[in-house]
């Protein structure tokens, strides 16, 4: 069937596969493969250094999970033909993601991120409900600017454009030509904007379950950095880059079916026309949020993007139809009922982050967690609930501590996650920043 399969794509011009799969960050690594090599590949898989798990985004490699100690293993990357689709912008070029499993027994590798995400679906597949995700991205545009200390600036960067559609705040019709374009890879997008920041945009991405819907968010963080370079552009979904700007989420909208495809969520005529199932995710995606922040708030700079007023979340809250809350209802109901969770930004790993979504679902449904009565009103009044971890180290010691989030994400996974992310937190605590140099040099 391979071979069938490597006909039917040299027919029709293909005549290169891209086989990509996520590092630890949600970084594409990969390697591309003529042809008609594809059923070699397909059946031997491809083989990378082990290491690629433990490489920072400056390119060193740390000791995370032995492997400098084990001598720099391989892992063996299995394309997944099922996820196989053209690039667009890349004529002759399709693409498809692997899957990382052990070259000596064939069993997935802990580290995998998309492994991660698998093994709380199948926990997750013991309530009877099947999680269907919808991820909305932002992230911001940037064009060279040599007068600058980090050598960009914010394309479009003039105020008050949000929700601004057509050339205002987008001169060079960017988004127009980024949705069509994202569209016809097949990433099922729906539509995007302008966001509150210059040069910030947020599109978003047709529901779907849980795997498909993170395979989609990672290929869509992927293709819109591809195509800004193509242009000369950085396009990047660091949580903050500017100390002037706001910063970028990552919400992803929740829902849970039922074996007959019914909205598990929807109960007319109950309290906030929510099921039982609907409060006790609501439950447990609040107990375990302090977990949570170290998946969807990944990086030293997520948490300049948190604080009062800043419209991203600072408090563990939930409230219906509510912005300022962490988690939200929206409005709709019936078949449309879903749980908004707005606590990640966009530098978040789509795999991880889903798959923590996930899990804390599941723990709140097996531990029937009731939650608190709705937040209302503006909610960043720290007397009404907690407040999310200020920062990485005090979110990865949140993971650590929780016992029921490491046992349904993996023991050795989350081992290795935060052994990198520790050794994150070391590197900028010994760098010296343009802000101490400002603040200091002169005066001391």
């Not at 899957?99 to 492994?115: C, G, K, L, N, T």
């Not at 978003?204 to 993170?214: G, I």
């Amino acid at each position: 069937m391979t071979r069938e399969l490597a006909a039917r794509l040299g027919d029709d011009g293909i005549d290169v596969v891209r086989v990509v799969f996520p590092d630890l960050l949600g970084t594409d690594r990969g390697r591309d493969v003529l042809v008609e090599h594809l059923p070699a590949v397909t059946q031997r898989g491809l083989s990378f250094c082990r290491a690629v798990y433990s490489t920072t985004p400056g390119g060193k490699t740390t000791e995370n999970g032995g492997v400098l100690d084990a001598g720099l293993p391989d892992v063996i990357v299995v394309p997944d033909l099922d996820t196989l689709l053209p690039i667009p912008w890349e004529p002759g070029v399709a693409w498809c993601i692997g899957d990382a499993v052990s070259p000596a027994d064939e069993r997935p590798v802990d580290e995998s991120p998309r492994q991660v995400l698998r093994r709380a679906l199948e926990i997750f597949e013991t309530t009877g409900l099947s999680p269907v995700v919808g991820p909305e991205l932002e992230y911001f545009l940037c064009e060279p600017d040599e007068d600058r200390p980090n050598g960009w600036r914010p394309y479009c960067d003039e105020p008050g454009n949000v929700y601004a559609t057509g050339r205002r705040g987008d001169s060079d019709g960017h988004l127009l030509r980024t949705l069509r374009t994202l569209s016809s890879a097949g990433l099922q997008t729906t539509g995007g904007n302008h966001e509150y920041a210059g040069g910030q945009f947020e599109i978003n991405l047709v529901h779907s379950p849980a795997m498909d819907a993170a395979d989609r968010a990672f290929r869509f963080k992927t293709s819109v950095k591809e195509l800004a370079r193509r242009e000369g552009r950085l396009a990047t979904f660091m949580a903050k880059p500017f100390n002037d700007g706001g910063g970028s989420g990552f919400h992803l909208h929740l829902s849970c079916h039922e074996k007959d495809g019914r909205n598990a969520f929807q109960a007319p005529g109950t309290s906030h026309g929510l099921s039982d199932e609907a409060r006790w995710a609501i439950g447990g995606i609040l107990k375990h949020a302090p977990a949570l922040a170290a998946l969807l708030n990944p990086t030293v700079n997520s948490y300049k993007r948190f604080g009062p007023d800043s419209l991203a979340p600072w408090l563990i809250d939930w409230g219906l139809d509510n912005r300022s809350a962490m988690l939200r209802v929206p409005a709709e109901r019936g078949e449309t009922t879903r749980l908004e969770l707005r606590l990640g930004d966009a530098s978040a790993n789509p795999y991880l982050g889903i798959a923590g979504l996930i899990a804390a679902t599941y723990l709140g449904i097996r531990d029937r967690i009731e939650p608190p009565r709705p937040s209302a009103g503006y909610g960043y009044d720290p007397s009404k609930a907690p407040t999310l971890p200020a920062t990485l180290p005090d979110a990865l010691a949140y993971l650590e501590e929780d016992a029921a989030m490491v046992e349904v994400l993996g023991k050795d996974f989350v081992r290795s996650y935060v052994d990198f992310k520790w050794e994150e937190v070391a590197r900028f605590q010994r760098f010296v920043t343009d802000w101490e140099f400002t603040e200091y040099a002169y005066h001391l």
